[in-house]
């Protein structure tokens, strides 16, 4: 996670900002992970759709290592001990971006003894969304992403090659197999040059259907086989400079199929653009 500051919440944005090095996880702390128990921070705001969700899913899904729910002040008095791993959101901005953007990202950490969190082993962070965007945005997509998380914990432990600094590209080679696959697409995420059916056939050969949040909500729920969808990150409005991250997830396996993002301005918009899908439709 090279160039990236984290910013421990707590309540409210603490005034020390966390600066992550360009530390990759070696295979030993893969291995490590797996001996400790993880412990999953709660939002500070109990009413949160993030805490309801994360404990509902856990509970369904998470196998890998025991576990158990603590405060961020727990998370605190706790991190610096190595037989715990971490699972939190955390905010992550790009010193190298220069628009001070900030994304909330879901966070898999080794405990160890640093100062700051950044210094910690980072097993796997995905973008959850923009900060200021309610997080009733992604939570209904956390299913899929805590059991992409293990699977990803899983897949470099058994071929330590992919450890890599940009871990979650390595996952666009699964590209080609969206031709077998329907992308689901809800319209507020896409261009406005690919709003519609007609346009998106232009540019994009596989099967596809504009749906509802719903629709999406369903497929990951049944573990549909058939479908992937988009889930889209972006400041929606609130900020004007950022990036935009497209992540194509597969509804039964929670494969990312699809990984990629690009810096918002008048052209390229806060939305899936056609370049996206002539990417996904050219492999």
Known sequence: MKNRIFILLVGIILTCQLFAQDHVPTTEEFKSFLNTR???????????????????????????TKFEFVTQKEFEEKRRDPSYSFLLTTVATYDADKTKARYNFLSLLLGQNTF????????????????????DSYAYKMDAFIRFIQNHVTLMLSDPSLIKANP????????????????YLVAEDLNTDINTEA???????YKFKIVTKEEVMQAIEEKNPDVVFLHKVGPEGTK???????IVVGGADSKFYYFDYHMIDAKNRDALLSSDLKKMGSR
């Open 199 to 205: 346009k998106i056939k232009k540019v994009y050969p």
């Open 38 to 64: 993880t412990l999953v921070v709660m939002d500070p705001n109990p009413m949160s759709d993030y805490n309801f969700k994360i404990k509902e899913v856990m509970a369904k899904v998470w196998n890998l």
């Open 116 to 135: 700051n969190v950044g210094d910690m082993p980072d097993l796997c962070s995905i973008p959850l969304s923009y900060l200021r965007v309610e997080d």
């Open 240 to 246: 004007y400079k950022a990036r935009c991250y497209k």
């Open 168 to 183: 979650l590209k390595v996952y666009n080679k699964n590209v080609s197999s969206l031709k077998d696959k329907t992308l």
